[in-house]
């Protein structure tokens, strides 16, 4: 059971939406309707008798925060992408390392992965995306004291460059269309506090850190700066004032408010929009959780999901190092965050759905993992630090990661299916890995080999849905909105590249269809804000919609 409570107790002991924004009925005339082209292949579903479980593969990869264990700082390890960088149609996987160097795994299909080790090392957030929009996706790391750099795979493997005009060292990392001109631009964050234990004097010398927006125009990038400080862990991309655009977040921790501006043909504008908020974001999912074609918004924190007196007594010493005694008007809580819009502002849900307390939570991540129709949660967990946790064994609080499952978005029960292990996780993602129509699960933990959780769910209905828009610089259709409508529910995806933390993602939207198998409407609304309604869409299919208009 779970109670409300904040650290400083321990001190003392068919909605159809626009490109983000407000919702239109199902059976409205779809506006500035652009021609597409489809193209669809059949998923690989299983017919064979299976449950609903994962299977476990550990991978070659190691992710390591030093060679006499992970300190603080280094101990929050490094990130993972998934996506096809080969344009073979299947997603590869990428996993970043502290100490190590990076290992990128090609897909070979029917899940079987061939590794391929990189000369790339001390990384942070990794995202596979096609940014200078040439039809190829290219690797983005950020480095922990180096500026972020650009690897493309070659024929004798991968080569690297900088990223024109950017200097300076990030942790966060977030790609999107901020002006609408049809180019990706990018976001960068830094971790103020470990740049000053490193650097120093020397850090705030050259400027210091905070957050930068880096408009890209005719292949380099322009910097603007939006706050002077930061503690990024996490960078998302909701609407939030609900005006049909895409806006900024930036999840801070260390009790660094975060971040938080709306974009206009003006500018950016700082705005607080919520009431509550996460003292220590992690990580930050943009997604429509209770399908009702409108985005919510999860932020992780740390809060123990068991409050007994040996969970307490685990947690009690790093917590009293970390947090801050609050005040009864403090709008920062140590606890995860569920924002729902309810039509004039945002509202915290997360106490309502025992949302609130999933352990010290990293990646966090809505998908339908059993295909009902009903996005699930799944967060990893855990800390490992030699001087933050000295007092415990191996210096690890060691917490089992969390999967969540739902049939109706008002109650979710914590169940394992094979998933549930304990160590400590950083980043994760979901992709189906072998185009069988459901969810695999990826996981880069710290001082661990990174893990595969192959889905072992069968025969259900589910469609894929990738988008291709040659009529501009933003092929994959990054901020794109895919609405479809079946049996009186509203599934709504954003095309992202990266969400929860450091978790480069693929731009395929997956929908789980339970017992469905013929969608009523489905209509993408490209990042311009231009819609297509694609007909004849049937279940257990991956659609290619390409648009067909002229730029």
């Not at 609405?483 to 395929?508: E, F, M, N």
């Amino acid at each position: 059971m779970h109670t409300r409570f904040i650290w400083s107790f321990f001190a003392s002991a068919f909605l159809m939406l626009s490109a983000c924004g407000n919702a239109l009925p199902v059976s409205q005339t779809v506006h500035s309707a652009v021609a597409v082209s489809t193209e669809r292949r059949v998923l690989q579903v299983a017919q064979q008798p299976c449950g609903f479980r994962f299977s476990r593969t550990d991978l070659t990869h190691y992710t390591s925060g030093g060679s006499t264990g992970s300190a603080l700082y280094a101990s929050n390890g490094s990130g993972l992408a998934v996506g096809d960088l080969t344009g073979d149609g299947q997603p590869d996987l990428v996993f970043g390392n502290i100490v190590g160097t990076v290992t990128v795994y090609m897909n070979e299909g029917n899940f079987v992965f061939t590794p391929i080790q990189t000369t790339l090392t001390d990384v942070r957030s990794l995202t596979i995306v096609d940014a200078d929009g040439d039809g190829t996706r290219e690797l983005y790391a950020t480095r922990r004291f180096a500026p972020p750099i650009v690897g493309k795979l070659t024929d004798s493997g991968f080569t690297y460059e900088p990223i024109p005009e950017v200097y300076s060292a990030f942790y966060a990392m977030g790609w999107q269309d901020l002006n609408r001109d049809g180019v990706l631009d990018v976001v960068f964050g830094t971790y103020d506090n470990e740049q000053l234990q490193q650097q120093g004097l020397i850090f705030q010398t050259r400027g210091g850190g905070g957050v930068f927006v880096y408009t890209q125009t005719d292949t380099r990038f322009m910097p603007q700066r939006l706050n002077s400080s930061a503690q990024a862990l996490a960078i998302a991309f909701p609407d939030l004032d609900h005006d049909g655009r895409t806006d900024l977040l930036v999840g801070n921790d260390f009790n660094e408010p975060d971040g938080a501006w709306t974009i206009s043909d003006a500018g950016y504008t700082a705005v607080a929009p919520f009431s509550q908020t996460t003292e220590n974001t992690m990580s930050l999912d943009y997604v429509d959780y209770d399908n009702n074609g409108t985005f919510d918004l999860y932020a992780t924190d740390m809060k123990p999901y068991d409050q007994s007196v040996s969970t307490m007594a685990r947690w009690l010493p790093a917590m009293l190092k970390l947090t801050r005694p609050l005040t009864a008007d403090d709008p920062q809580y140590t606890e995860n965050t569920l924002h729902t819009w309810d039509g004039s502002r945002w509202r915290n849900r997360a106490y309502d759905l025992q949302l609130d307390a999933t352990g010290w939570s990293w990646s966090a991540k809505f998908a339908d993992l059993d295909n009902n129709g009903w996005q699930d949660l799944y967060v990893v967990n855990g800390m490992k630090a030699t001087d933050l946790l000295s007092y415990l064994p191996d210096y690890e609080l060691s917490e089992d990661d969390m999967l969540f499952v739902t049939d109706n978005s008002e109650r979710y029960d914590l169940v394992d299916r094979g998933i549930s292990q304990t160590g400590s996780g950083r980043a994760a993602t979901m992709a189906d890995l072998d185009n069988d129509g459901d969810l695999d699960v990826v996981v880069n933990p710290i001082d661990g080999y990174a893990q595969l959780y192959r889905n072992e769910l069968c025969q259900t209905a589910s469609i894929a849905v990738t988008l291709v828009d040659p009529t501009s610089a933003n092929r994959d259709a990054v901020g794109a909105i895919v609405t479809v409508a079946a049996d009186q529910h509203l599934l709504t995806r954003s095309i992202q590249v990266s969400s929860g933390y450091l978790s480069g993602q693929p731009t395929t939207a997956h929908f789980g269809l339970g017992d469905v198998q013929r969608i009523e409407r489905l209509v993408v609304t490209w990042p311009d804000g231009k819609q297509s309604e694609v007909p004849d869409i049937t279940a257990n299919m991956h659609y290619t919609i390409t648009r067909e208009d002229a730029p």
